[in-house]
């Protein structure tokens, strides 16, 4: 995974913040059981992801 960020364009890397929204669209798939048993990190990275719409989502 480390050789795919060192290679990647710098142009083509986008950072996006955890905002509210993304917090609660998270806590809504933790509530609803959207996914399995996961952590509240994990249904953010996917909030994030959908929110953003994102086509590739890596954390940092």
């Known amino acids: 995974m480390k050789e795919h960020f060192i290679n990647l364009d710098k142009e083509n890397i986008e950072f996006a913040e955890i905002t509210e929204e993304i917090n609660n669209l998270a806590e809504e798939y933790i509530n609803e059981k959207v996914v399995g048993e996961t952590s509240i990190d994990d249904c ?17």
């Not at 959908?50 to 086509?55: F, G, M, R, S």
């Open 44 to 60: 953010r990275h996917i909030a994030c992801a959908t929110i953003n719409k994102v086509e590739r989502y890596y954390r940092k």
